[in-house]
């Protein structure tokens, strides 16, 4: 394609290593000439952030750990420092205790369900609004879910909530950036194999069933699911906003697989 995102600058949120999905888009980004910014969580992720982002010609990165009150704001002004606008950020942030993801939903203690509820969705909200006033020319957040949201799926259990709860901001957070010409959309992926995926029970099930019964009869790519990621954060999609968009073969159209 050549130039999709030259002259526009984001900000990834999330990259936990080279096989993380925000990653993947981040590296369609750099390829299509976006200049890029970089946060990760702790000292022990900026070794492993820091290095992928020069890989992809980035000098900035900052720590922000969106569980702390206010560290949207803090990271968005620490970006002050270094431009003075934003054209799209991708926020690929979630977390669940692992307990919580076993067994009976109603089991969730209430700790484990605010955390996860705080992180995997209100940490979205909260770096829109303070983006905004960066995103002077209008652009795109975009934030990563997952079919679980929708429907029910093994080991899922809370975070399956919080997804909901994030893909119900993306349309309401649509309406209130949208007369700013700022667009907002998920981008949910098949099963792909990323350190966060694994960490969830049965990923291997999931995994060959999604691939089993897609109609494309496998899973997307890191590669194919970071060129989404680059469709909607480029002006290829300026006219889509509170959406969910798939990369997953398919797969969610699927209600009773066709027998065998």
């Known amino acids: 394609m050549g130039g999709l995102l ?5 900000l990834i949120m999330g990259v ?7 990653y993947g888009v ?8 976006a200049e890029l910014a970089f946060t990760y969580q702790n000292d022990m992720m900026a070794k492993r952030v820091v290095p992928l982002a020069e890989g992809l010609g980035s000098s900035i990165t900052m720590a922000n750990d969106v569980s702390e009150e206010g ?4 990271v968005i002004t620490e970006l002050r420092n270094h431009w003075d606008r934003l054209d799209f950020v991708v926020h690929a942030l979630a977390f669940a205790d692992k307990e919580a993801l076993k067994g009976d939903y109603m089991e969730v203690e209430h700790k484990a369900f605010m955390d ?7 940490s979205f909200t909260e770096i829109a609004k303070a983006a905004r006033p960066m995103m002077t020319a209008g652009g795109s957040l975009i934030t990563l879910t ?6 029910i799926t093994p080991n899922y ?11 119900a901001s993306v349309r309401y957070l649509a309406v209130d950036l949208g007369g700013e010409g700022i667009r907002v959309n998920g981008l949910s992926a098949g099963p792909v194999k990323t350190l966060a995926g694994a960490a969830i029970g049965g990923a291997r099930h999931v995994f060959r069933h999604a ?4 109609p494309l009869g496998r899973n997307p790519d890191m590669d194919e699911v970071g060129r989404a990621g680059l469709y909607l954060a480029s002006d290829l999609s300026s006219g889509v906003t509170g959406e969910i968009h798939y990369v997953d073969g398919g797969y969610h159209h699927i209600g009773v697989p066709r027998e065998e």
């Open 26 to 33: 981040a590296k369609a980004a750099a390829a299509e000439g």
């Open 16 to 22: 936990a290593n080279d096989r993380s999905i925000a």
């Open 157 to 167: 259990n809370v975070m399956g909530v919080a997804k909901a709860a994030l893909e």
């Open 211 to 214: 691939e089993t019964h897609a």
């Open 6 to 10: 030259n002259g526009k600058r984001g």
């Open 116 to 122: 996860s509820m705080l992180i995997s969705a209100f």
């Open 146 to 151: 997952y079919l679980g949201a929708q429907r």
């Open 71 to 74: 560290s949207a704001e803090r």
